[in-house]
């Protein structure tokens, strides 16, 4: 049996001007194109790898071509262009991938990347689905180790209804980042780099992209000095601000913003009083 939208290893039957005909050991069959050779030397009886797709023409092509994303895959990928129909997303080869609408769990965006499960249709073509949460498997699974503070990449795949980010790091691994961890809007198909900061004990990898203490108050202390130049050497922000109106303006919290503040009252940069903050820098 000839595996559609997967690598199979076929016999060459016989040779025509335009190509060649594969088999196994039934009586299917399948094109390789001469222009699909790769300019191997190829011969009668010989044993090769190939990926099997369908044409435009819906008939059975093989290809040398390997491909970004075969059937049973979940992989982050382009869409190629949206349609009234659906949405096609590139695999690498000379035909995308078929998106149904009812496959899109969000909207898509052309030339934007998102998480895709390949999968076959009823019709017996290769498609996709961004309904892939129950293709993600947990890191203990696939005897995967990851430790606390390592940091990885993840794509985001969905939103929970109280603001948690469902992740797959490495494009495979069931991870989530909690509401309290990100600052920013942060859209299905946004690839981020993270931190593990728990592994929970059902092997769920817990995230965030914050980075170290030490690191994230360094960069929030740059926000802040670059924002109070910006402003004339002043902003009624302060360590007794609200933490939302903190939020909106550095995306950050309350407590990384008032750890920033005060590093740099110490380095003796800034000064704090009720109506806000001021910029020390360039006094003497």
Excluded: C
């Amino acid at each position: 049996m000839i595996n559609i939208g997967r690598n199979n290893i076929l016999e060459v039957k016989r040779e025509k001007d335009f190509g060649f005909y594969l088999g196994d050991y039934g009586r299917d069959e399948v094109l390789l194109p001469k222009s699909m050779t790769e300019n191997k030397k190829i011969s009668i009886g010989d044993k090769i790898e190939v990926f099997v797709y369908r044409d435009s023409k819906d008939r059975p092509i093989a290809t040398f071509k390997k491909p970004l994303a075969m059937v049973g895959d979940v992989a982050y990928l382009k869409v190629a262009y949206i349609t009234n129909f659906g949405a096609f997303v590139d695999i690498g080869l000379d035909r995308d991938v078929f998106v149904p609408l009812k496959e899109q769990r969000f909207k898509l965006h052309k030339d934007s990347y998102y998480l895709f499960y390949i999968y076959l249709d009823k019709t017996g073509r290769i498609a996709a689905t961004t309904d892939v949460d129950k293709y993600i498997i947990l890191a203990s699974d696939d005897n995967k180790e990851y430790k606390v503070g390592e940091e990885v990449v993840g794509q985001v795949y969905a939103r929970g209804d109280n603001g948690t980010l469902l992740i797959a790091v490495e494009s495979k691994y069931r991870g989530i980042i909690l509401p309290n961890e990100y600052y920013t809007d942060v859209y299905p198909g946004t690839e981020l780099k993270l931190r593990i900061k728990i592994i929970y004990e059902d092997g769920v990898i817990g995230l965030t992209p914050r980075k170290t203490r030490l690191s994230e108050r360094e960069k929030i202390q740059e926000e802040i000095l670059k924002y109070l130049r910006k402003n004339g050497g002043f902003m009624n922000f302060n360590d007794k601000s609200k933490p939302e109106d903190i939020k909106a303006t550095f995306n950050t919290s309350k407590n990384y913003f008032k750890m920033a503040l005060g590093g740099l009252m110490k380095e003796g940069k800034i000064e704090q009083n009720e109506e806000g903050t001021r910029l020390l820098e360039g006094r003497k």
